[in-house]
């Protein structure tokens, strides 16, 4: 059961949904049609259970973390301290929440579904899917979604059959692998089999992780801690990355590492051993161990480190990609990949591919671990002029990957964020496809 602060918050989410929305569609209608020609959104009404009622399980499931102290500011989290008005304990599997709430102030959103490019569904599935991967429904994960297609079927099916979903999109806060169980396997294994079910192979789907076919899904940025709300914020915080002394060449921040066999996070953690007892100042490789996930809700135990640092090193873990990859971003850290699959294959709308090795250095992990390629030679090679480019590429990119808060001011709303590129980069898709 929520705590009795759960469900205050959560009474406080039905009233903005349920009561502001309608008003917000109705207000929006009155742009200028010539702006959103072609842009229209419609925001599909679905029943309560498939959202907002999903938000009072946050903490029914113990073998995962308890969600309910990030529900605050509309998924954003608590503040990290009470005087900031950037800066959140954000949990990246709220994305859709903190997307549904973003996507309300969207321009051009219509309540007829006939005149709309796109339909929205704010259907939280990866806070549904946790009841098949960690709940009772463990061994039903094959119907994951089921109940969702049959409300879209039979409540207003011209909607969906109109152009058999391919208009329809959502977003999905884990990655596209958790969704991705063939529906024939008996038992099951690790996930659900959401994206492969026939009937959803039109919808687009924004993950925070996508396969190597991307079809149905699209990557999105991980959410940072960084959520600012006016044009100034942005502005300073931007100042304070640039002026920050970067007194260590590399660093990596996350855990693994430890097991005997080779793997890059080992190489990572043998080389930064290697390197610090032989420095005494420990300029060169500066590492923040954040074993068991103390780092998930605790910006301030990296974000200093990153802002100290010319180089931020993400290797791939469990998955390949990383939510530190953006934390340093935001930090002005120029990223370090190991394989392409951790960013450069990802995210193609928010970090360009055409662009990538101005901000970004890659040094292939077979390299490191087979080879006897050192990181910190690479990374000493490269002139001093040219890293100095490349971290101000690093934060031009910055506005691309974050979240900015929602309410924000107009100054800020005329740079486009990571739910702005998002939302461009889906009309895009179904305009090429319809």
């Known amino acids: 059961m929520a705590s009795k602060s759960t469900v205050t918050t959560l009474t406080i989410f039905f009233f903005f949904f349920f009561f502001i929305e309608p008003k917000v569609q109705s207000q929006q209608i009155s742009a200028v049609d010539s702006e959103c020609t072609n842009r229209w959104i419609h925001i599909r009404t679905l029943p309560s259970r498939f959202n907002l009622d999903l938000l009072s399980t946050c903490n029914r499931y113990p073998i995962t973390d308890d969600l309910c102290p990030y529900l605050a500011n509309h998924g954003l989290g608590p503040k990290t301290h009470t005087r900031t008005r950037s800066w959140y304990r954000t949990d990246p599997l709220l994305l859709e929440l903190i997307f549904h709430r973003r996507i309300l102030e969207y321009p051009c959103l219509t309540p007829d579904p006939n005149l709309a490019s796109a339909i929205y569904l704010p259907y939280y599935a990866g806070i549904d899917s946790l009841r098949y991967l960690y709940g009772p429904d463990l061994n039903s994960s094959a119907d ?49 089999s959401f994206l492969e079910r026939r009937e959803f192979f039109n919808l687009t789907a924004l993950t925070l ?57 080992r190489s990572i953690r043998l080389e930064c051993t290697s390197i610090n007892a032989t420095q005494s100042d420990n300029k060169i490789c500066d590492f923040v161990d954040c ?28 998955t390949p990609t990383r939510k ?109 496809r319809v």
């Open 144 to 192: 994951h979604g089921s109940d969702l297609l049959e409300f879209l079927t039979r409540d207003q099916p011209e909607i969906w059959s109109r152009r058999s979903g391919h208009d329809h999109f959502l977003v999905m806060a884990r990655p596209a692998w958790d969704f991705s169980q063939p529906l024939t396997v008996d038992p099951p294994i690790w996930g659900t």
């Open 209 to 265: 992780e996508s396969r190597y076919w991307p079809w149905q899904e699209q990557a999105v940025p991980y959410p940072t801690s960084f959520h600012p709300h006016s044009l100034p914020f942005l502005e300073s915080w931007i100042r304070r990355v640039r002026r920050s002394r970067r007194t260590s060449l590399m660093l990596f921040a996350g855990g693994g590492g430890t097991s005997s066999s080779p793997n890059i996070r």
């Open 291 to 318: 074993s068991n996930g103390i780092c998930e809700h605790d910006p301030i135990r990296f974000m200093r480190p990153m802002l100290q640092s010319s180089f931020c090193l993400q290797p791939p873990g469990d």
């Open 324 to 432: 530190a990859t953006f934390d340093g971003i935001i930090a002005g850290c120029i990223p370090v990949f190991f394989e392409d699959q951790t960013a450069k294959m990802q995210y193609k709308w928010h970090l360009p591919e055409s662009e990538f090795a101005e901000f970004s250095v890659t040094i292939p992990k077979e390299d490191v671990v087979f080879r006897g390629v050192r990181i910190q030679d690479v990374l000493m090679s490269i002139p001093k002029e040219e890293v100095t480019r490349m971290r101000e590429r690093v934060i031009e990119m910055m506005p691309r990957v974050m979240y900015r808060r929602h309410g924000a001011s107009m100054g800020l709303m005329n740079k486009k964020d990571a739910v702005d590129i998002a939302i461009d980069g889906v009309l895009d898709r179904i305009i090429s």
